[in-house]
């Protein structure tokens, strides 16, 4: 051992890694040979050559000698020893040539590894400037903090090839010092920006990237010139699991040249991708992976595809295709690109085909049972090969273009499984299914095909097809990793490399399209989009805004365990994000009519109020104040109480933003129920006399109310308001068998008659606006006119939100008829109006939660 390790250190290597490269045997016999066959004793020419020989002794141990020789490992070595091989990529360079089957003489490996080749500091700082030049749009945008990109960018560049990294490295950085300041400079704008974002509780955003500023209507959502600028870009992914990922290019290949290619197709940029199967509607869970592959490449300042793994026609409809688009762009985020797995059919066939040719896939005739005991059964015994897994290659290629050409019926024992490692602990390398036959149309292929691949054949080699960097998705196809780069490694392709995080799970509800579905067929919900549900749909319903989800996940962060959140956790954190972000409007939920006794009856006082007390960028409305008036049925008794502290007989409460308070003198009540009907109350202090007028009485408690004022139209009536509570009566639905027994009969309660201010009308008005501009924001963004939504980045009626002040926040629903929101240019109420409101979330948390 100590010879062994003496040797190594000769060769260059420092003396703990020579030790650790000792201990491993495999690798220590791999450089062994290759020191003893160039003869290598020092390291005087070339102080990196340890390094690069140990690097040539990994890949001498992971590749069959048919690509690459011991004497092409001894020439690489020597030209390592003398000083020619000077630099990782050079020896990457001979070690590409020689596998992909290139010269194998000395001339043509040199020429490969670059040797003899000097590129000068002048003509590294002339293709910098070239590149400065063609990408000034985009870095004037992003400055600093797309020095790593631009960077690998450079490295693509054919005459650069073999140039230092150093000298571009070098280079680059003054090129942006002198472009957009020192790296200083934009470090510590980046903190202080930082800092302001987080006293203000908003995400950090990035220092010259574009931050265009939120516009916000009364009650609209924000939104920003491009469709991803509002998107929180928080520290979610400057810590923990999201902080450590691999750098682009980082991920291992099976061969150098693939990660070559996949570095020239990315350009060093960051490639994810979302991809749904389009078999249902997308819930709460969802908007954390949308967060996360969305988020992650725009906070790297690169793309992603949504994709839709449509490779199964029997659950798959156009209606929810449409429904994740909606959603995703709701939320903010503009895919790069659409594309489908049934994009690659044909590619994936051919590879299917290329896997059988090279003994990795098989056609089986095994019943589901067959294999499942082959497997082991349910007593989990010793596994074994079925009898098809031997049968020649021709055999499976012939049965496999059977099925193909749809020799088999559906169901029929006949299938294509990957030749995997039945001795592997991993279920996921028993030989997976890879196509099966499916004789149902297709939404997109119609009848081209009758075999279908499944998600583990198809999901890993479409990452590979779009060379996705990251490959991010939820723990539990942790497993799935390892047939995921098999199968890569298998076909010799690009292999993404898949991370793995938590997902998030809603306690109190459950997320299970199988079961809501059943609540949906039985009439327990009205549709998917019921705003009990906590799917997206349902949440957009009922009034929750993208920011305040987004908001959500951000707070929570992303770690590798599965987050568990109570829905009053959940209703806490949107209540939050309302808080300062929503309109404020008087709201009566039961009126009870309060008349003036000392005001005239055509008197009109006009109140100018602001819409949120606490953020005045959102403007005020004019409120009529007349004789008579509503209030809520709940601020008045007619027994007054210590611990009451509203409106009763002969006490004195304040009118919210009134000139004078009321003080109850009398009241009336129906002579059959015995309920009050109306309150006779004293404006007290007022005048018709502006002279005669007296000081307002100081009060303590203030209520609300609105205006009977026809030239108003106030107030504005509401049909229904509608108001939600926990849809179930247990906090785990999710874990009973009758789980439809566990709906509460009472999570809906339906109030007709109550009444709003006449600032609704601004509300609906300034969402318009703000609707038709995002519209066309979206026909520009998209380069397929045919998949931009109208309505900009949806949400329909519910965008009109608002708080009823002390009661709730309300959002108009889609059930409403309001000409005001429906036709453009109009204003206002109208004949036929039905405005119907759904209860978003309470003002402070229900305690019996």
Known sequence: M?????????????????????KNDKLASALDEIILNASITDASKNPKQGNLLLHLATTASTTPQEQLSKDDLTMLAKLVNVGSIQSLDQLNGGISHLKAGGDRSKEAVEKASGVGIIVTAEQVATHVKDYMTQSASTLAETTWANLSSAMASLKLVEDLKWASPLEIKKSLEAAFTESFGTKEEYNKANAAASKAAKAAGAAKPKAGANGAADKKGAGGDAQASTSTANAPVSNMFEEGFLAALHPVGGNPQIHDYLRQEHLKATGGLV??????????????????????NFGYAQYHKGHCYLRYDDTNPEAEEQVYIDSILDIVRWLGYEPWKITYSSDHFQKLYELAVELIKRDKAYMCHCTAEEIHENRGGADHGPRKACAHRTRPIAESLEAFEKMKQGGYKEGESAILRMKQDLNDGNPQMWDLIAYRTVKKSHHRTGNDWCIYPTYDFTHCLCDSFENITHSLCTTEFIQSRVSYEWLCDALEVYKPRQSEYGRLRLQGTFLSKRKILKLVELGLVKGWDDPRLYTLIALRRRGIPPGAILSFVNGLGVTTATTTITTARFEQAVRSYLELNTPRLMFVLKPLKLTLENVPEDYVENIEKPLHTKNASMGSNKIPLTKHLYIDA???????????????????????????????????????????????????????????????????????????????????????????????????????????????????????????????????????????????????????PSEALSGGAGGGNARVRFQGLRTAYFCVDSDAKLKALQEEGHKGPSDGDELVLNWTVSLKEDKTK
């Open 2 to 22: 100590e010879a062994r390790v003496q040797s190594y250190i000769d060769a260059g290597l420092p003396k703990a890694k020579a030790e650790s490269t000792a």
């Open 271 to 292: 490639h994810t991708r979302f991809p749904p199967e389009p078999n249902g509607y997308l819930h709460i869970g969802h908007s954390k992976a949308i967060a996360v």
């Open 634 to 784: 709940s601020d008045f008794r007619t027994v007054d109480s210590k611990d009451f502290f509203r409106l009763a007989p002969g006490k004195t409460v304040g009118l919210l933003y009134a000139s004078y308070p009321v003080t109850c003198t009398s009241f009336k009540t129906d002579e059959q129920t015995g309920e009050v009907t109306e309150v006779i109350a004293r404006y007290e202090g007022f005048s018709t006399n502006p002279e005669e007028a007296k000081p307002a009485p100081k009060v303590k408690t203030y209520i609300q109310w609105v205006a009977q004022h026809a030239p108003s139209n106030s107030p504005v009536q509401v049909s229904e308001t509608r108001i939600f509570k926990q849809l179930f009566k247990s906090d785990d639905p999710a874990a009973l068998k009758d789980y439809v027994s566990d709906v509460d009969p009472d999570s809906l309660q339906v109030v007709k008659g109550a009444m709003i201010e006449v600032g609704i009308w601004d509300i609906i008005d300034s969402v318009k606006k703000s609707e038709k501009k995002e519209a066309q924001e979206q026909k520009e963004l998209t380069s397929d």
